[in-house]
């Protein structure tokens, strides 16, 4: 785990090699091997210096997530935090010269380690990435990042590292005073190392040294102290107070920055115990490490072996949504065939990859070179035969049956015979669809989300049909242009786009029973919510919703089903009367001026139609709208269209931008806690209607006290 | 009940609270010394060691302003040793708060005679400067939603519909009312000219007030809490008053309290002590009031400590003959005007601190004296004093004419 050896100089090299994973982290085995390791060097009296480095690609990844998740008390955290910590400072305050000698990626506590290094070295690898993202998973370094990065580039420099989790490339580091010096390679860097322990007899930490002074200054200097009050406002307009670990960093950064270096590790080790013993800590890790790395690692794939790359997509339908899937998988190497029924409109979409690529050359993320080979990978046509040789081709035409019928065919008539379909649509059964296919078990749903380019999630949708192989590939497609997959089972609005309606349709209902609009946004905002209903219904458009409604109502009566009544549709209902669509046309909710950098404004008109009658509390708005996805979703698991709790989770924070610190909508459950949850969600169906009432699943669980 | 008198007020004039101000050159502890001297000089020379306390409020008490100013500013003009002392801080309104500490020692029975003031050397030492876990502690300041006060006055104004027009045109009335006041001498019964060490004038009216003011110059100036307030304190606002979608940024350095210098002393005890010392009652301290409302709209504070002590004193609002809130705001004003519905005629006649500035400290101090000039001018009965404060305090004094 750890390699300890002694060369002729009497330089130790300590290397990290953890021999049951692919990197380093730093966990209760590590801790026990790094104690021996010290008692080592106390005994070594000849000892010149110690060089740390890694056998492994990366230097060190960090504390061990699924350790620390598994733990829950407090007085634990602040011990083994503490112990650890006490090592750091042992290699630091030794007196014999300590180096770092970084070959790859440093994070989290793995960069923390380096801090206690009096000079830090890297591996001059602009993949290599260093920095503290501990703040990612609601948490905080807790191995002395914090103090030591506040000690090191003072106040200010430190805290978008600490704050925000900025990882940069040792290059950056350099500049950002994060480490001393760069290397080549690895013989370079080892000799580097080995060169600045022979130079300096001995090394004190510049916190160490007497006169040091806090670059910049500490809180007690006028020019920090100005700064202070505004920095927690510009945190709670960023966060709306959801995020406990932004807060609890700066915190230790300030408190830790009056006091001494022992003193401010003690603080920091408390901070560190509340953040990871708290809710927001565990919903984080749970959804963003322990679900999302097993999705991403096949968690809802049929169990077939084979894994399917793909060469040649066509893409057809070039508007937004087609031309951010071609500039995807053309980033991703794949050659694309993007088809719209006119050369000109092929072209246009083809234009979209064209000024994103432009944008990352001009900010220096790639090349012209790079740029060029990208764009040439895309073919904009208007000639279906240029199809010839997809081995999968989505379709994002308008949604409407009978187009996309008729593009299923012209693309089957020319593409490989194994060949996948995919549909992407947000609305329409993907069965229905299939049914036009002449290979409806090579039929499947791709639910992308715009802007495709960007946005991280793919939600696959299984039709009745469609075949385990055709899943697999589909998953293993999503994959290959670097997106997550969740599978889902058809159903109407599948899982996403049903569960995201019934946020804004809640936000609606408030309007209409009398609430204020603007009151309305801050609760959803407030709820974690990345837009406000309101203006969430505007991007979508009124318009939408209605015509989502029409359908969904022909359908229920075509089945024989009762049409369900919301409230909010009286309110969609008289929008349309006035004219008001949404954003796309200049009015909605909200108002859109078009001078250029005025911003958009809750319609005044809004006073009049839905007048302010009643204020519910803020918690009971936000209560509803968080309420309404998490029952549905159960909905979702209770039919099937759902099938693991990672895919609702993952579904909900990445499609539709559901609560990250409440870690997806089944797990705002457990966070709530299930029987609580229950309790609640009667009172509202009491209050609110039916669309409250609790799923038997969940009561069950409830009583039987299980989680999702 | 045992009835706390005031019999003296004196205050220096306000200098402008820069390096360029005319009291820029003057130690806080040499303008309170002067007063302390003044009062002695104003009532006979009275026995100074019957004087059991002097109270003075001081809102940056650090460096200079620092370790109980009050004790040795009175030691240092010449009083006796036995007279004790001690600073306070309520923010703004350190200086009332100074004067119903004064009249609860009274009325308790305990002690004779008070020395209740403030001083603010603004110049000097800068607003702020003394620090505080409510702004600068993140998890203090983040838990409690901390706004500046200009945010606070600002998001005021959005909600009650105060337009800048509005904010401007209370400011330009304070500006008319101060000058005429100090044209026609209204001030100088309570004013002590500040002079140097061998007796030369540095300065002997308020620095501050603009006899020139006029709507289309106050309408240039530039908002002041727009810059900040959209960086990150809007937001806050709005965390808490979730109704307001925009705030209107109205307050500029025209239409808010300026920074300036300067210090007030009250002499106030009991019936048989002044009578001892042959003093004169001038008025009665009828009753005192501090309350708090919200910390982030702040400045609400007024309306509901003037209304705690108008129940205390058994009084309705229209048995108040003048009003005087401090200006610290034109908004903090306007809304408690509406708040107590009261006529123009009856607030602030004599300007305020947005003409003539606002010494943290010493402010409330002040506003007695003011205010109980101005009854004796005109021959009126009842004041109230109030001011808003720090945090969402609001302290009343409610004085009568014996």
Redesign the interface.
């Known amino acids: 785990m750890i390699n300890y050896s002694k060369d002729s100089d009497n330089i130790v090299t300590l290397t990290l090699d953890n021999p049951n994973r692919s990197a380093n982290l730093i966990n209760i085995a590590f801790g026990e091997k790094f104690r021996e390791v010290l008692a080592q060097l106390q005994a070594d009296t000849d000892i010149r210096g110690i060089i740390i480095t890694s056998a492994k690609d990366t230097f060190m990844a960090g504390a061990d997530i699924d350790e620390l998740f598994a733990e829950s008390d407090a007085q634990s955290f602040f011990d083994r935090g503490q112990e650890l910590k006490a090592g750091f400072r042992y290699l630091e305050t030794q007196g014999k010269p300590v180096v770092a000698a970084m070959n790859g990626t440093a994070l989290g506590g793995g960069f923390e380690l380096c801090l206690a290094a009096h000079r830090r070295i890297a591996i001059d690898n602009p993949k290599t990435q260093i920095g503290l993202p501990e703040v990612t998973l609601g948490l905080l370094p807790g191995g002395g990042g914090v103090v030591r990065m506040v000690r090191l580039i003072g106040l200010q420099p430190s805290l978008p590292f600490l704050t925000e989790g900025k990882k940069v490339s040792p290059k950056e580091a350099l500049s950002n005073g994060l480490i001393h010096e760069l290397a080549t390679d690895k013989d370079d860097l080892l000799a580097k190392a080995k060169a600045y322990i022979l130079e300096n007899k001995t090394a004190k930490q510049p916190w160490d040294q007497d006169g040091y002074k806090m670059p910049g200054g500490t809180?007690?200097t006028?020019k920090v102290?100005?700064m202070?009050?505004?920095?927690?406002?510009?945190?709670?307009?960023k966060t709306?107070?959801n995020y406990p670990a932004p807060?609890a960093i700066?915190?230790v950064a300030?408190?830790g920055a009056v006091v001494d270096f022992e003193t401010a590790t003690r603080i920091e080790s408390r901070y560190f115990a509340k953040l990871a013993t708290g809710n927001v800590a565990k919903n984080m890790i749970n959804v963003f490490w322990k679900q999302l790395n097993g999705l991403n690692a096949g968690g809802s794939r049929p169990k077939i072996e084979q894994k399917y790359s793909f060469k040649k997509v066509g893409v057809i339908g070039a508007g937004m949504m087609g031309s951010g899937i071609a500039y995807a998988c053309a980033m991703s190497g794949l050659e694309v065939v993007l088809k719209d029924v006119s050369q000109e409109g092929a072209d246009k979409g083809k234009a979209y990859s064209e000024n994103l690529l432009k944008k990352r050359v001009s900010k220096g993320k790639s090349t012209k070179e790079k740029a060029d080979e990208i764009l040439n990978r895309i073919k904009a046509t208007a000639d279906a035969n240029d199809l010839a040789g997809c081995d999968l081709i989505i379709e994002a035409v308008f949604e409407n049956r009978e187009l996309k019928a008729k593009v299923t065919a012209e693309a089957e008539a020319v593409m490989d015979a194994t060949g996948v379909f995919a549909s992407n649509t947000s609305t329409l059964p993907i069965t229905g669809l299939a049914e036009k296919s002449s290979r409806p078990k090579q039929f499947v749903g791709l639910h992308f989300f715009s802007p495709a380019d960007k946005m991280p999630l793919v939600e696959i949708i299984i039709g009745k049909e469609t075949s385990d192989e055709t899943l697999a590939r589909a998953f293993d497609f999503v994959k290959q242009i670097k997106k997550t997959p969740i599978v889902v089972n058809d159903s109407r609005g599948f899982y996403t786009s049903r569960v995201f309606a019934t946020y804004v349709l809640e936000g609606i209902a408030l309007l209409e029973e009398g609430n204020?609009p603007?009151?309305i946004e801050?609760?959803g905002l407030?709820a974690g919510m990345p837009v406000g209903p309101l203006a969430l219904t505007d991007e979508v458009s009124l318009s939408l919703f209605a015509h989502i409604r029409t359908q969904t109502n022909l359908d229920l009566a075509a089945e024989g089903k009762a049409i369900p009544q919301h409230a909010a549709y009286r309110v969609v209902d008289k929008m349309l009367e006035m004219g008001r669509e949404g954003k796309a046309k200049g009015a909605g909710f909200y108002e859109y001026p078009k001078e250029s950098g005025a911003k958009k404004?809750?319609w005044p008109g809004l006073a009049e139609q839905f007048p302010?009658t009643i204020d519910l509390t803020?918690q009971e708005m936000i209560e509803r709208m968080l309420f309404i996805q998490c029952i549905e979703t159960v909905r979702c698991f209770d039919e099937n269209v759902l099938m693991s709790v990672p895919d609702a989770n993952i579904g909900s924070i990445f499609g539709w931008g559901f609560a990250p610190f409440k870690g997806g909508t089944l797990q705002y459950i457990n966070d709530y806690g299930v029987a609580k949850f229950v309790a609640r969600a009667k009172e509202l169906h009491a209050k609110y209607g039916e669309r409250f009432a609790v799923p038997a699943s969940l009561e069950q669980r409830a009583a039987e006290g299980k989680e999702y | 009940m045992r009835e706390a008198y005031i019999y003296d007020a004196v205050r220096t004039p306000r200098g402008r609270g820069k390096k360029s101000g005319t009291l820029n050159e003057v130690r806080p502890i040499d303008l309170l010394a002067q007063l302390f001297r003044a009062i002695s000089e104003r009532n006979g020379y009275f026995d100074t060691t019957k004087v059991d306390d002097v109270v003075i409020g001081c809102v940056t008490p650090i460096g200079e302003q620092g370790g109980d100013i009050a004790k040795f500013a009175h030691m240092y003009a010449g009083w006796d040793q036995v007279v004790s002392g001690m600073q306070i801080n309520r923010f703004c309104s350190s200086g009332l708060e100074a004067v119903n500490l004064a009249a609860m020692k009274i009325r308790s029975g305990w002690e004779e005679m008070i020395v209740a003031g403030g001083v603010e050397s603004m110049s000097r030492n800068p607003m702020g400067s003394d620090g505080g876990a409510w702004y600068m502690d993140p998890m203090v300041n983040n838990q409690l939603g901390f706004i500046p006060q200009g945010v606070s006055a600002d998001l005021i104004a959005t909600i009650e519909g105060f337009t800048r027009e509005i904010v401007d045109e209370y400011a330009l009335r304070s500006h008319r009312l101060a000058a005429h006041a100090r044209k026609n001498g209204y001030f100088n019964k309570s004013i002590i000219p500040v002079r140097d060490m061998n007796g030369l004038l540095i300065l002997d009216n308020d620095e501050t007030i603009r006899e020139d003011a006029n709507m289309a110059s106050l309408a240039k100036l530039s908002p002041s809490f727009e810059m900040m307030g959209e960086m990150a304190f809007d937001a806050v606002a709005q965390l808490k008053y979730t109704k307001v979608e925009k705030i209107n940024h109205v307050h500029t350095p025209g239409n808010s309290s300026g920074i300036v210098d300067g210090a007030a002393l009250t002499l106030i005890g009991s019936k048989e002590m002044g009578a001892q010392l042959g003093l004169k009652p001038r008025a009665r301290i009828v009753s005192a009031a501090v309350t708090s409302a919200d910390s982030t709209i702040m400045l609400t504070g007024p309306s509901f400590s003037a209304e705690k002590a108008l129940k205390l004193a058994g009084m309705s609002p229209k048995d108040i003959d003048i009003y005087e809130m401090n200006e610290a705001f034109a908004s903090a004003v306007l809304k408690f005007q509406r708040e107590l519905n009261i006529d123009d005629d009856k607030l602030n006649v004599n300007g305020g601190a947005i003409a003539m500035g606002h010494p943290l400290g010493a402010t409330g101090a002040m506003l007695v004296g003011t205010v109980l000039d101005e009854l004796e001018r005109t021959n009126k009965t009842t004041g109230l004093i109030t001011l808003c404060v720090g945090g969402g305090m609001g302290v009343a004094t409610i004085i009568e004419r014996v």
């Open positions: 809180p007690l006028p102290a100005q202070l009050p505004i920095a927690p406002a510009m945190l709670a307009k709306y107070n807060l700066m915190a300030i408190e204020h603007r009151a801050a609760a407030k404004f809750l302010n803020e």
